[in-house]
């Protein structure tokens, strides 16, 4: 018997190894379809019949434009390599000059979701987001429905600093829960509805209205601004969007945790061992440090000029850009973390090549052929019940997605350009499919950043994860569209 172990395990490895070999031939393949497949758009649109007062220039990138939204969506290649092929080939095929090509990378917009993403680094490199969170459990952990409303809470006061969902929710917050759900002996398997499957749900789906809340708390949202500036030439503002989200937002923080405690049933409603963890990690963590004064002193600097930049004039780039170099200057973070977050460069690729083909659509008048041609198809149908109705396609639509980037790049001008060709006001359009693009994680399993580590932890099986999902998408439409659109009007949108 023992002589057979080391054969045993011979035979094991080898079997691992041809597994290995397999895995890797079959995922060369599948990249291999996927680059075919996102190929096969670019040539079909470039050859096919050039519609009639569409620019030939427009056409062709159009098809380049098309195919790096299908590779986004099919990832043949990393987001960012994929649109580097873009704009690669938008300038050697000769449909862009070089510095057209290159133009989307000098936007503003783009070097905001930049700089977000090294506050976000700061507030994970200091301990700052998890003395937050432990900070609210210990305020209001005492119940279990309080311990979903004090995660949800620091959710939300980090939210717009920390633009990435995975980073925010799943890297800052997910220890919190797991440990949380540790304390109270609820693990994956039987002992989840104790209190651990109730816990990941809730984080998970308010995670989806704090990424709705703010322009810094999705990575898609800058762009999603840029897009409804390029397209409709309305600009949405730090202060403007996250005015416009506050109350529907404070709604659904609100009662989204309640419904899923009722959906759930944790066994555990009383926790008063939260706020004693709470209590053992802020005294493990110490005094507030340095570094982390420094995070929050530029951070509540940053907070205050992005919600007075309608009085100081202050774009919203340049406020996130002098918070990073107080906080480089001041030492809470070095270079070397700069150079480090590979999050923020690889969006400074994918995001300046993305909104500069859409820039040169838009000057190339491709956007506005686009509106005038499909105003027929909505011809008749009043604005409410279009815009209504097109929202809810372009939600349950992220069944289809596994990224909200990839969603909101691919749908949100098409959506928003059929809306208002309906007569749907421009502004709340824009604000209904903003607040859509973020909202739709709630969906799935893969819908969003922190998916992987919640669905990962194995404590909801796909019909609880979805069953839970459906339910928290309808009282965001009933929510963000319902009552939203009388908040908007209130404000003056439209």
Known sequence: MFAKAPYARWVSAVERADASRISHAEVKNHRQLRALATAAVAIGIWFAPVP?????????????????????????????????????????????????????????????????????????????????????????GHKTLGLAYALGLADLVLAPGIPSGAARTG??????VKSLATTYGSEPGPSADRIGRFLMLSAYQVHAVTCAMFLTSMVANPLIAELTRKTLGIDITWSGWALAASVPGAISLLILPYVILRLTRPTIRETPEAAALARNELQRMGSVRREEWVVLGVFLLAFVLWITGSITHLNATAVALLGLCLMLALGAIS??????????WDALIWFGGLVGMATMLSKLGLMTWFSSHVGQYVDGWSWPLALIVLVCVYIYS??????????????????????????????????????????????THYGGGPSPVYWGAGYADVKQWWSVGLVAS???????????????RVLGLF
């Open 398 to 443: 992220h069944y289809l997605f596994a990224s909200l980037a990839a969603h909101a790049t691919a749908f949100f001008v098409p959506f928003l350009t059929v809306a208002v060709a309906a007569g749907a006001p421009p502004y709340m359009a824009a604000l209904a499919f903003a607040f859509s693009s973020s909202l739709c994680a709630s969906l």
């Open 171 to 176: 890297g800052v917050l997910f220890p919190v």
């Open 52 to 140: 009639v007062g569409v620019d030939p220039k427009a056409w062709q990138l159009f098809a380049i434009f098309a195919a790096t939204i299908v590779g986004l969506i099919l990832q043949p290649l990393p987001m960012g390599a994929v649109v580097l092929v873009g704009v690669t080939l938008s300038t050697v095929t000769g449909t862009l000059h070089i510095e057209e090509a290159l133009n989307g990378y000098a936007n503003a917009t783009v070097w905001l979701i930049v700089a977000a993403f090294l506050f976000a680094r700061a507030f994970s490199k200091t301990g700052l987001g998890r003395r937050v969170a432990y900070l609210f459990i210990r305020a209001f």
């Open 474 to 488: 309808l009282l965001h439409i009933l929510i963000w569209i319902g009552i939203g659109s009388v908040w908007w």
């Open 335 to 344: 270079w070397q973390d700069v150079l480090e977050e590979r999050a923020a």
